[in-house]
């Protein structure tokens, strides 16, 4: 059910005084999504198909829960709520709370996990085409950095990667995200997963799901296996930023063997000092099978549409797993780009080495309606 904001309240005896209610029967409410009305973007409000957020926003009870924070709990510490988010993750991982650190966002885990394990012969090992954080953070802290090429269709060559471990006589730190951005593609777990197993001798991987919970593939089997399994060579990283619509709100967390946690706390100021607001609506989502649902719903729905459409154009792409589609414009992204943000149309940034490809965050159904249309006015203009 997709209801309105007004609706939701209005349904639920709610009114801006009811909020005073408290927590508990707050966040009782219905589990719908309050899905934005589509309106055609304008300079004030671009459609952002670049920063691959959920664009269908918080789920209702998160809204509730988030605003009910600040009337409430904004003047109190918000360690023992954070307790309780530590464990609703646990248990959303099928983990132990000592399985956990929250973070703001999962930027600060990847910072965090990398600059745990650095010493001084160490390595930053990832692929050349890959989120940029583990090398934003290598950079700050000097450490050297090796990008392995990727394979065919910007596959990730995890044999390459292998081999640049093996040839490194330090400690190496394999930062690798699956499912990959800007590719949107997923590797085939068997065979990292069979890695990580084989404890390759001072290496520590830092594995970055930012996305699983869209993936639809079989061959996607996330590393918190072998977390379960006492692995103490990885970490899995978790975001609050992508399925679950809160970027703006930075929650994240670290997933691993609880030596591995003690290690990477090292690195944060507090695990326990995530802002409150943050902290109930993590609370509210995390439980929230339904909003879940919705949103790879959704997600499933938006990226037909655009699938679709770039075949009928004959526009090459990556098999998506994600929220964002991977595109062969085979021509320079720049005038691309300039020319959707003049129909005030936000498209992903360079990627290079893909310097022609092009990342599509996906939107609502109706947003990538309206995308394919402006897309097939660009092909009638001979700019696609
Ligand atoms: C793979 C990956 N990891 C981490 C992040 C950062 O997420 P957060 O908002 O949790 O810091 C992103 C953001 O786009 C991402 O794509």
Not at 330 to 353: C, D, N, Q, S, T
Not at 372 to 380: D, I, P
Request: some cysteine; aromatic content about 8%; proline content about 5%.
């Amino acid at each position: 059910m997709t209801v309105t904001r007004r609706e939701l309240f209005r349904a639920a005896g709610l009114g801006a005084g009811a909020l005073m209610l408290g927590s508990t029967s707050l966040t009782a409410q219905a589990a719908a999504v309050v899905k934005p009305p589509f309106a055609a973007p304008t300079a004030a409000r671009p459609m952002r198909l670049c920063f691959n957020e959920n664009a269908l926003g918080m789920s209702s009870a998160a809204q509730v829960a988030a605003t009910d924070a600040v009337l409430h709990q904004a003047s109190l510490y918000p360690f023992v709520r954070c307790g309780a988010l530590a464990k609703a993750c646990a248990d959303f991982m099928g983990g132990k709370p000592e399985n956990i650190m929250l973070t703001h966002g999962s930027a600060e885990s990847i910072r965090a996990a990398i600059e745990a394990y650095i010493t001084p012969d160490a390595q930053l090992v990832i692929p050349e085409l890959t989120y940029g954080d583990g090398e934003d953070t290598a950079v700050k802290n000097g450490l050297k950095v090796v990008k392995v090429k990727m394979g065919a269709q910007w596959s990730i060559d995890i044999e390459g990667m292998k081999k640049a471990v093996a040839a490194h006589k330090g400690r190496s730190i394999v930062y690798f995200v699956n499912p990959n951005n800007p590719t949107s593609t997923v590797v085939d777990s068997k065979v990292l997963n069979k890695w990580i197993a084989s404890r390759p001798a001072n290496t520590f991987f830092v594995i970055d799901e930012a996305y699983a919970e869209y993936v639809q593939s079989k061959k996607f089997v996330s590393c918190k296996t072998l977390v379960d399994q006492g692995f103490d060579n990885v970490c899995v990283l978790k975001t609050f930023s992508k399925i679950f619509a809160m970027a703006g709100m930075r929650v994240g967390f670290t997933y691993a063997a609880p030596s591995v946690i003690k290690n990477v706390r090292r690195k944060v100021a507090y695990d326990v000092m995530i802002g409150i607001p943050a902290v109930e609506a993590a609370l509210a989502e995390v439980t929230d099978r339904a909003f879940i649902a919705q949103s790879r719903q959704e997600n499933a729905r938006a990226r037909a549409i655009l699938n679709k459409a770039l075949d009928e154009l004959g526009i090459e792409r990556l098999e998506s797993q994600t929220n964002f589609v991977f595109m062969n414009l085979k021509a320079p992204l720049k005038p691309f780009a300039e020319r959707m943000r003049a129909e005030h149309i936000w498209v992903g940034r360079p990627f290079p080495p893909a310097v022609q490809w092009c990342r599509i965050s996906l939107g609502t159904v109706e947003d990538m309606t309206y995308f394919v249309e402006k897309l097939k006015e660009f092909r009638a203009k001979g700019w696609v």
